[in-house]
């Protein structure tokens, strides 16, 4: 789940013979030091298991679920352990917990078993380089969201070129374990990078820069980092067209230390200036083509259109994240970007993954100076993000 780069490898397909997960589904008899995850009333089972599979093992540590029991049960609970004592830990302490060989998730009861719970899992796990162990009748619990085993083999030749367009070796290295994890269902496969999300080096805000944000939500969320950034002489155009969204961002807007840096515009970004129809649903929506009962009428411009008419010196920065849309924005940025070349966050998930090609394409196609980068700062087949300077 952290980078890894066994050698260079000469294609995408190469690659994928030598990708590594780091969720298995067995434990090793040599295993010496376990850190277990448990749903409360599986404990005993738990620790019976362990003791079978690798009898040499000792406990790291213990995270309970639910989290809700109190200080004096825990205690009554690692006292009854038959084992050399081991420390009941919350889960947001595991990243900076005892040392251990292999991080054991072991829960049976559906409602324990949800994406977010083993998202938030291996963000806090996997990035300090701990593997994790499945327990083996819930394989499918590890499994990625859009599993498409047929998808290297259907789209290899436009998969290869994007890999070969990529700058360096981590980017070819996220890569390749996101297409492997799609493939194979094992989100085990997918490269944390070394930085939170939208925060490569190459690609983030200095102060005095120009950024547009092509979809802000109904929160500042990016915008607010963006504004600290940029600093007082910078700018930021954060673009939603979903109008609560926007009223909601606009509210907190006011009450923060950035209305002099940040402008919210109420309008989406696409290939044209147009009125279309916004999809809606629970907070989020997304541009489609035509009128059903789930949309509204949303306003949209391009960029080199807004560009032009704000007069702007230049721009620095463009990030989007807008459900889709992304390929139809750049089509829309192309005096932009050939003229001021700035720096790119762009996300690739959208479309039934198709935007892992139609993104970097779209991009190159543009401007083919452009340096090419590509990570997933988290543990799901999704936030992949393309990033160009």
Same mark, same amino acid.
């Given at each position: 789940?952290?980078?890894?780069?066994?050698?260079?490898?000469?294609?995408?397909?190469?690659?994928?013979?030598?990708?590594?997960?780091?969720?298995?589904?067995?434990?090793?008899?040599?295993?010496?030091?376990? @850190?277990?995850?448990?749903?409360?009333?599986?404990?005993?089972?738990?620790?019976?298991? #362990? &003791?079978?599979?690798?009898?040499?093992?000792?406990?790291?540590? #213990?995270?309970?679920?639910?989290?809700?029991?109190?200080?004096?049960?825990?205690?009554?609970?690692?006292?009854?352990?038959? $084992?050399?004592?081991?420390?009941?830990?919350?889960?947001?302490?595991?990243?900076?917990?005892?040392?251990?060989?292999? @991080?054991?998730?072991?829960?049976?009861?559906?409602?324990?078993?949800? =994406?977010?719970?083993?998202? &938030?899992?291996?963000?806090?796990?996997?990035?300090?380089? +701990?593997?994790?162990?499945?327990?083996?009748?819930?394989?499918?619990?590890?499994?990625?969201? $859009?599993?498409?085993?047929?998808?290297?083999?259907?789209?290899?030749?436009?998969?290869?070129?994007?890999?070969?367009?990529?700058?360096?070796?981590?980017?070819?290295?996220?890569?390749?374990?996101?297409?492997?994890?799609?493939? %194979?269902?094992?989100?085990?496969?997918?490269?944390?990078?070394?930085?939170?999300?939208?925060?490569?080096?190459?690609?983030?805000? =200095?102060?005095?820069?120009?950024?547009?944000?092509?979809? #802000?939500?109904?929160?500042?969320?990016?915008?607010?980092?963006?504004?600290?950034?940029?600093?007082?002489?910078?700018?930021?155009?954060?673009?939603?067209?979903? =109008?609560?969204?926007?009223?909601?961002? !606009?509210?907190?807007?006011?009450?923060?230390?950035? &209305?002099?840096?940040?402008?919210?515009?109420?309008?989406?970004?696409?290939? +044209?200036?147009?009125?279309?129809? @916004?999809?809606?649903?629970?907070?989020?929506?997304?541009? $489609?083509?035509?009128?059903?009962?789930?949309?509204?009428?949303? =306003?949209?411009?391009?960029?080199?259109?807004?560009?032009?008419?704000?007069?702007?010196? $230049?721009?620095?920065?463009? +990030?989007?994240? #807008?459900?889709?849309?992304?390929?139809?924005?750049?089509?829309?940025? %192309?005096?932009? @970007?050939?003229?001021?070349?700035?720096?790119?966050?762009?996300?690739?998930?959208?479309?039934?993954?198709?935007?892992?090609?139609?993104?970097?394409?779209?991009?190159?196609?543009?401007?083919?100076?452009?340096?090419?980068?590509? !990570?997933?700062?988290?543990?799901?087949?999704?936030?992949?993000?393309?990033?160009?300077?």
């Amino acid at each position: 789940m952290h980078y890894t780069y066994p050698h260079k490898c000469p294609s995408l397909k190469a690659h994928l013979t030598v990708c590594q997960s780091s969720v298995s589904f067995g434990l090793d008899a040599g295993t010496q030091r376990v @850190l277990l995850v448990v749903g409360l009333p599986e404990l005993d089972t738990a620790l019976s298991y #362990i &003791s079978q599979q690798a009898p040499h093992a000792t406990l790291a540590g #213990i995270v309970i679920f639910p989290q809700c029991i109190n200080p004096e049960s825990a205690a009554a609970l690692a006292d009854s352990i038959h $084992r050399p004592p081991a420390p009941i830990i919350p889960l947001s302490a595991i990243a900076e917990s005892p040392e251990a060989d292999i @991080l054991v998730y072991f829960m049976q009861r559906e409602k324990e078993f949800q =994406q977010p719970l083993f998202g &938030s899992l291996l963000f806090h796990v996997l990035q300090h380089r +701990k593997d994790i162990f499945m327990y083996p009748e819930r394989r499918s619990d590890a499994s990625c969201t $859009r599993q498409d085993a047929d998808f290297f083999s259907k789209h290899a030749a436009a998969l290869e070129w994007v890999y070969s367009n990529l700058y360096d070796q981590e980017s070819k290295a996220s890569f390749a374990g996101t297409i492997k994890a799609m493939i %194979t269902g094992n989100i085990g496969y997918i490269q944390l990078a070394p930085f939170r999300h939208y925060r490569h080096p190459a690609t983030w805000p =200095q102060p005095g820069d120009i950024v547009i944000d092509g979809g #802000i939500a109904s929160r500042l969320y990016e915008v607010a980092h963006f504004a600290d950034a940029v600093g007082p002489f910078g700018k930021v155009y954060g673009f939603e067209p979903n =109008q609560e969204n926007f009223v909601m961002a !606009a509210a907190e807007l006011t009450k923060s230390p950035w &209305s002099d840096v940040v402008e919210l515009i109420p309008q989406g970004l696409f290939s +044209k200036q147009q009125s279309m129809p @916004l999809f809606l649903k629970q907070g989020s929506s997304c541009l $489609r083509e035509f009128s059903t009962a789930d949309t509204a009428p949303c =306003q949209v411009t391009d960029l080199d259109s807004f560009v032009e008419e704000r007069d702007l010196s $230049r721009v620095d920065v463009l +990030k989007l994240d #807008i459900e889709g849309a992304e390929v139809s924005c750049l089509c829309g940025a %192309t005096r932009t @970007l050939r003229r001021w070349k700035p720096r790119l966050m762009i996300s690739g998930y959208h479309n039934s993954n198709k935007d892992l090609v139609a993104v970097p394409e779209k991009i190159l196609q543009i401007e083919p100076s452009y340096k090419l980068g590509f !990570a997933t700062s988290y543990p799901f087949m999704a936030e992949m993000v393309f990033y160009a300077w």
